[in-house]
């Protein structure tokens, strides 16, 4: 795991520490971050560092002497469905295997399970496209969709799998091949999409492992903070250090005249130019933040783990946005009525400060999070409760193959009619040749009674 316990308590829980993985992430992040208007360069360099650290991860020494390991035994693996060459582990161990999606996935990717989606219907989450009433987004999110068809996404991983399990089986079956799929969504904030009895949704009521309280140092600078505070956090990929000098200035200058204290989630000791309402801090306990009661907005990158939390603690919302599914998600939060979103490379401070301003003062915004909140959490079990339930399933009945879709064993041109298109359109044109060769003898046929009748005459 990237991201280990390291609860001695769990006695049945044994971990490989793969926290260096980030490392590989970070040494490409910012150029993937500069080109996500340039899907393909973004994709191919995502698809690379993905490669890296899987590589990288299979090349752990103690990850080897698990796959070296003749006499060790798993039930079941899960792994991150992305992350597709984690799955050939369960081909390695012969035991069934659970994909486990992050985030929503694209088109594509449900795709692989057989759950087949209209790229309209379902706007494809990567693609930067926040609507479909242009026709022109329309043809955009068509053509998105034929791109990630057309090109061989899995070449790399494929690479990487050969290399450490010396197996040649496409990754492509692999992924066709899990037991189960969870996805970590939610039909409240993410599309209503018809899904294969295989295919779980995870997400929305989330059920966490207690975090860790507050320091005190910030846990007082909240406290006192009567007229209320502001919470600014990038996540754990994005890093706020890293952010581009110009929307550093306008951040700092919006900040420094918003008449609230700010929690900035900050990655360095010192932050040059800091504004005298501004306390930074390295680690923030997020979820603890959220739910402290003189919080008044999040100011959030729009990842899907800060995007749970910001449900689970109804708070309003100030998008920021960078890449991979982050404009997805905030561009959902803006059309479900609780957010407002600020373009990192075009604002202005007043544009971020207007944008500040207006969530916090105006109650809709609340409000909304508040009644979407308890739409999500109105279920009969949690996310967490749903997988545990459903991961017990896969190991009682050793697999979950009665629920695979038929389409996987369907051939491409039977399953998108082409067959039966061929034969329609080869009768229709047939039925049209013969019908104008029957009236091309008719014709010939009037025409020669014609000739013979005025002959006669």
């Known amino acids: 795991t990237t991201n280990p316990i390291k609860d001695h308590s769990l006695t049945n829980l044994t971990e490989i520490d793969l926290s260096f993985s980030y490392k590989f992430l970070e040494e490409n992040l910012l150029e993937i971050i500069n080109s996500s208007q340039n899907i393909l360069k973004s994709t191919s360099l995502s698809i ?62 449900y795709r692989q399970v057989g759950n087949d989606g209209h790229p309209i219907v379902y706007p494809d989450p990567f693609s930067r496209i926040s609507g479909t009433s ?47 799929l969870f996805v970590n969504t939610d039909p409240i904030f993410h599309y209503t999409r018809a899904l294969l009895p295989m295919i779980i949704p995870i997400g929305g009521n989330i059920a966490r492992i207690p975090v860790n309280p507050l320091e005190k140092s910030v846990k007082k600078f909240l406290d006192e903070a009567h007229q209320g505070f502001i919470y600014f956090s990038l996540g754990s990929n994005v890093k706020s250090k890293d952010i581009p000098e110009s929307t550093m200035d306008v951040v700092l200058e919006t900040l420094r005249e918003i008449p609230y204290r700010i929690l900035w989630k900050y990655e360095l000791d010192d932050l040059p130019n800091k ?6 801090s390295k680690w923030i306990s997020q979820m603890e933040v959220l739910k402290h ?86 279920q009969p079990m949690t996310g967490l409760e749903r997988a545990v339930w459903w991961t017990e399933y896969v190991i009682r009945h050793k697999g979950a193959a009665h629920f695979k879709s038929p389409a996987l064993d369907m051939p491409w041109y039977q399953y998108y009619f082409l067959d039966v298109i061929s034969v329609l359109l080869f ?31």
């Open 48 to 109: 690379k560092s993905f490669a890296n650290v899987m590589d990288a991860q299979l090349q752990h020494p103690q990850v080897k002497r698990l796959l070296q390991d003749p006499n060790e035994h798993f039930d079941l693996v899960i792994a991150e469905y992305f992350m597709a060459g984690a799955l050939y582990f369960a081909r390695r161990f012969n035991c069934p295997c659970i994909g486990v999606l992050s985030m929503d996935g694209n088109n594509p990717v």
């Open 293 to 378: 009661p003189n919080l008044k907005l999040f100011i959030t990158h729009g990842g899907a783990q800060s995007m749970e939390e910001t449900i689970q603690a109804r708070v309003p919302v100030v998008g920021m946005p960078f890449f991979v599914d982050q404009p997805f998600n905030v561009q959902q939060m803006v059309s479900l009525g609780f957010a407002l979103s600020v373009d990192y490379k075009t604002m202005s401070k007043e544009t971020f400060k207007q944008a500040i301003l207006e969530v916090i003062n105006n109650d809709k915004y609340r409000n909304r999070i508040r009644e979407l909140a308890n739409l999500v959490e109105d």
């Open 275 to 280: 504004p005298e309402n501004v306390m930074i």
């Open 134 to 180: 242009s026709i022109f987004d329309r043809i955009g999110l068509v053509m998105f969709e034929l791109y990630f068809q057309i090109f061989d996404f899995n070449g790399e991983q494929q690479k990487v799998a050969k290399k450490h399990f010396g197996d040649d089986t496409p990754i492509s079956e692999v992924l066709a091949n899990v037991s189960l």
């Open 427 to 457: 009768t229709l044109i047939g039925s049209l040749y013969f019908m104008v060769k029957v009236i091309k003898a008719t014709l010939r046929a009037l025409r020669r009674n014609i000739v013979r009748s005025k002959a006669k005459k």
